[in-house]
C-alpha cells in the first residue's frame, strides 16, 4: 500500500524558506515519478514541481529559480526547497506518487495515482 506524509509546511514572511519532505512507503520508490502539488482556496490544483526516476525535472514557470525538487531514493524521501517565497505561495502543498515513468504531463494532476495529506503553507507579506 502507497503511503506518503508531507511534512515542512509552516508560516513564512515574503522572503523566507521553507523545505518540504515526503517520505514514502509501500512501493519501490526509485522507480516511481513524483510531484510536488499546491491547491489555494477558491482555486484549482496546480503542479508545482515534479522529478521522474532519472532525475529529470520539471517545474511551474512561477516557481523557476525559486523552488528546487530532489529525491533521496536511499531515504524514500522527497523534497522541496521553496526560497524567495511570496505570498502568492500560500497554498496546501501536496506530494504526488506515480508508478508510470512520466515523459509528458508531469505537472498534471490527473496524471498521478498517490496523493499525500498535504501540508500548509502560509507566506506573509
Known amino acids: 500500500q502507497v503511503q506518503l506524509v508531507e511534512s515542512g509546511g509552516g508560516s513564512v514572511q515574503a522572503g523566507g524558506s521553507l523545505r518540504l519532505s515526503c517520505a514514502a512507503s509501500?512501493?519501490?520508490?526509485?522507480?516511481?515519478?513524483m510531484g510536488w502539488f499546491r491547491q489555494a482556496p477558491g482555486k484549482e490544483r496546480e503542479g508545482v514541481a515534479a522529478i521522474n526516476s532519472d532525475g529529470s525535472t520539471r517545474y511551474a514557470d512561477s516557481v523557476k529559480g525559486r523552488f528546487t525538487i530532489s529525491r533521496d531514493n536511499a531515504k524514500n524521501t522527497l523534497y522541496l526547497q521553496m526560497n524567495s517565497l511570496k505570498p502568492e505561495d500560500t497554498a496546501m502543498y501536496y506530494c504526488?506518487?506515480?508508478?508510470?515513468?512520466?515523459?509528458?504531463?508531469?505537472?498534471?494532476?490527473?496524471?498521478?495515482?498517490?496523493w499525500g495529506q498535504g501540508t500548509q503553507v502560509t507566506v506573509s507579506s
Open positions: 509501500g512501493y519501490t520508490y526509485s522507480s516511481y515519478s
Open positions: 504526488a506518487a506515480e508508478s508510470r515513468r512520466l515523459r509528458f504531463g508531469l505537472l498534471i494532476a490527473s496524471n498521478y495515482n498517490y
